[in-house]
């Protein structure tokens, strides 16, 4: 049985804007080796952990080019959430280096409590009623519930908030490197937002697009390749 056009074309998209990511983090990982900076660990770890919400549809879709069904629905919201506490936190660690934040073991414990209890809840009803967390549509869509929006919607204003407030302190430096970078960072966390609020809302290849252009964006922004640099910056 053939998978209908639209499951094709946002399973594609979204193993793109995974693949992507995964890139993204990796070449932002690869500059550690000449900087000696964790913080380069941190974030290309936590951007490819940003985009654990479109593995499961990513995996689903290539499964279903065999069963048809793709994943089953347990496998599939194990795969799209189970991991992302880890992933943030890494995220908040880099943030928390990078801004200089006073209360940085603080407020990297209450957030481990947070997950935790969010992670022991999650794991019961996975395995006792997953439907509490979300129903599977097809091979490749789901739609969440309230438990499973709200937590993510929490991770994401997190990363996106603290993410803007780094960009921002770019934005006042006198360097104009920095301000570049922030300028960069600005673009990639809007329009990460802005696809991923319309992919919550109605999912489409264009807004998938959207988030893949976010990550690259991103990439240019964090690491500022010398190559872009010596185009924009006059020297």
Do not use: C
Not at 6 to 29: A, D, H, R, T, Y
Not at 188 to 210: E, K, M, N, Q
């Amino acid at each position: 049985m053939a998978l209908d056009p639209i499951i094709v074309v946002n399973g594609v998209s979204s193993l793109i804007f995974v693949i992507i990511s995964i890139l993204v983090g990796i070449f932002i990982m690869a500059n550690y080796s000449q900087h000696k900076n964790v913080n380069l660990i941190y974030v290309g770890l936590a951007w490819i952990g940003l985009s654990e919400p479109w593995w499961p549809s990513s995996i689903s879709f290539l499964v279903s080019l065999s069963n048809v069904d793709g994943l089953d629905k347990v496998t599939y919201f194990f795969i799209g959430n189970v991991f992302i506490p880890i992933f943030v936190l890494l995220w908040l660690l880099a943030m928390a280096n990078l801004l200089d934040w006073k209360l940085k073991k603080q407020m990297s414990i209450l957030y481990i409590i947070g997950s935790v209890i969010y992670e022991i809840v999650f794991i019961y009803y996975l395995f006792t009623s997953p439907d509490f967390i979300g129903t599977k549509n097809g091979p490749v869509d789901v739609d969440y519930e309230l438990f499973t929006i709200l937590f993510q919607f929490i991770n994401l204003v997190i990363v996106v908030g603290t993410g803007l407030w780094f960009a921002i302190n770019s934005l006042k430096s006198d360097q104009k490197r920095v301000k570049l970078k922030g300028e960069f960072l600005l673009i990639a966390f809007i329009s990460f937002v802005v696809g991923t609020a319309w992919d919550i809302v109605a999912t489409h290849p264009l807004s998938r697009l959207i988030l893949v252009i976010s990550a690259i964006i991103f990439y240019i922004g964090y690491v500022l390749p010398p190559s872009i640099e010596k185009i924009l910056i006059e020297q």
